[in-house]
């Protein structure tokens, strides 16, 4: 699905490159996360993705194809919702399909069904203002959805939600995830959240960015919160958190 061949990237600003000659692939319909310090480059791998930032050497791929060729692109949501405050609810999600240039109709139909899917149809004529940080961020993933995009970039997109929101909807992700067959790239600092989510677990530990360490989550889907007891989950968790505060003091 996502294929990375010897890709290099330089901020102008920066006396050296961020990310150096890095290949690493992600395969259909998994649930990826990529963890790191903070800086290390993770949004700007997203970046790169989305065409936001041009590659100085090397290719990326997406399903086969040179992402510098591709008229359609990813599916991103970031950390915060970016829902328009002056449209409805139902007007947020059509934005996608309105780049798209798909008829009112079938506009309207798509977004009815997937707010029946994610529990909202009654806010369709809601505004955003009027949404619990949880229900907008269903609200972000689910415009995101109708962009029809194989693949998924989820940029951190819980991290400002009280814990309790954050795993509801951490669930509600594994569900839609399992629905849908998409593939999913993920950022986050929270370690357990990964654990929760991925099969795979991308694990960033130098700077420059010339390789990822890769780590499969030893958990069967569907996932619950108990098997985050398990002793191999324990050690996992306490391995890579390990990891991340020796990175933090090399910083």
């Known amino acids: 699905m996502l294929t990375f061949e ?5 901020y102008a600003e920066d006396p050296a490159p961020i990310i150096s000659d890095l290949s690493f692939h992600v395969t259909p319909e998994s649930f990826v996360s990529i963890i790191g310090a903070s800086g290390c480059g993770k949004t700007t791998i997203f970046r790169l993705i989305n065409k936001l930032l041009p590659i100085e050497s090397g290719r990326i791929l997406v399903s086969g194809q040179d992402i510098s060729q591709m008229k359609s692109d990813v599916g991103y949501m970031p950390q915060k919702d970016l829902l328009f405050p002056w449209r409805t609810i139902e007007k947020n999600l059509w934005l996608p399909m309105e780049l798209k240039k798909l008829s009112k109709k079938e506009m309207a139909r798509r977004s009815a069904a997937i707010l029946e899917e994610i529990g909202l149809s009654d806010y369709k004529d809601k505004y955003p203002k009027d949404l619990s940080g949880g229900m907008r961020q269903r609200i972000s993933f689910a415009r995101t959805l109708l962009t029809d995009a194989d693949l998924m970039l989820l940029d951190e997109p819980f991290s400002a939600l009280d814990s309790l929101t954050k795993m509801s909807m951490q669930e509600w992700l594994l569900g839609e995830w399992e629905r849908h067959h998409k593939t999913i790239l993920f950022i986050t600092h929270d370690v357990e959240e990964a654990i929760f989510l991925s099969d ?11 390789a990822l360490e890769m780590i499969k989550v030893p958990l069967p889907y569907p996932r619950n919160r108990q098997q985050l007891k398990d002793p191999r989950i324990l050690d996992l ?7 991340l505060k020796a990175q933090v003091m090399l910083s």
Do not use: N
């Open 6 to 10: 010897h890709v290099t990237f330089q």
């Open 200 to 210: 795979t677990i991308f694990v960033i530990k130098e700077k420059p960015i010339t």
């Open 237 to 243: 968790k306490e391995s890579l958190i390990s990891q």
